[in-house]
């Protein structure tokens, strides 16, 4: 139960921390964003609780193709936001990510991948 515990604490400092830099400093903020911080620590509780290297290689396959149909999103939610607001961006944004994951998760089938 401790490791649950800590690994949400430690997750979640890096995410407020992250979202306090991006406050004073937008593109630094944006840089820090883009690694793949919560990727690395998700790889190492997985190595740090035994789990197979099948099982962590899996979750690399599968992030990056769950990545892919996010990037639309990150191009047009700047777009939109001017234009429609927050919320209704964050719709749009939503609606896109689903219909691009869609088109990933059969796109993906031809090549022996199960999104879903």
């Known amino acids: 139960m401790f490791i649950i515990f800590f690994k949400v604490l430690i997750t979640s400092?890096?995410?407020?921390?992250?979202?306090?830099?991006?406050?004073?400093?937008?593109?630094?903020?944006?840089?820090?964003?883009?690694m793949p911080l919560t990727t690395f620590l998700i790889l190492f509780w997985l190595y740090y609780e035994d789990v197979s290297t099948i099982k962590i290689a899996n979750h690399m396959t599968y992030t990056l193709l769950y990545i892919l149909p996010t990037i639309?999103?990150?191009?047009?939610?700047?777009f939109c936001i001017n234009k429609f607001g927050f919320w209704l961006s964050i719709l749009i944004s939503v609606f896109v990510?689903?219909?691009?994951?869609?088109l990933m998760h059969y796109l993906s089938k031809n090549f022996n991948f199960k999104l879903f």
Do not use: Q
Request: charged share 10%; aromatic share 8%.
């Open 97 to 102: 990510t689903l219909i691009c994951t869609l």
């Open 13 to 34: 400092v890096i995410i407020v921390l992250i979202s306090e830099i991006a406050k004073i400093n937008d593109r630094f903020g944006g840089l820090i964003a883009a």
């Open 72 to 78: 639309p999103m990150f191009l047009l939610f700047p």
